[in-house]
């Protein structure tokens, strides 16, 4: 097979194997770990709220680095582990099952 014919071929396949992938970018990954920080943050306020007690600032992921995913077989999705600051804290290497929801987005496990 010539050069002129196998490069479209190997250009589509790998478009195509590349398509296949649904790992979670470093971004996606940031923003699902921000969502779940705010509803428990939102669960705590108004915890304290009905204790009468002034509530918490508002936590701020200060960094964020992905650091590698792997198929979370048998479970779908995939394992990520991660590691971030929270207020300038380091909270340590972290991972955690993304997947897709019913709905298509990106969520995670707790």
Do not use: H, N
Not at 5 to 19: C, D, K, N, R, V
Request: net charge neutral; glycine share 10%; hydrophobic share 40%.
């Amino acid at each position: 097979m010539s050069l002129k014919i196998a490069f479209p071929i190997l250009f589509a396949l790998a478009l195509t194997l590349g398509a296949c992938t649904d790992e979670p970018s470093e971004t996606a990954m940031r923003q699902v770990v921000e969502r779940f920080m705010m509803v428990g943050f939102e669960k705590e306020v108004a915890q304290t709220k009905k204790l009468g007690v002034q509530p918490p600032g508002k936590p701020v992921i200060t960094s964020f680095t992905k650091l590698g995913c792997k198929p979370a077989e048998p479970d779908p999705g995939y394992a990520c582990t991660f590691d971030g600051a929270m207020d300038g804290e380091s909270q340590g290497q972290m991972t955690r099952r993304f997947f897709k929801a019913a709905d298509g987005t990106l969520t995670m496990s707790d």
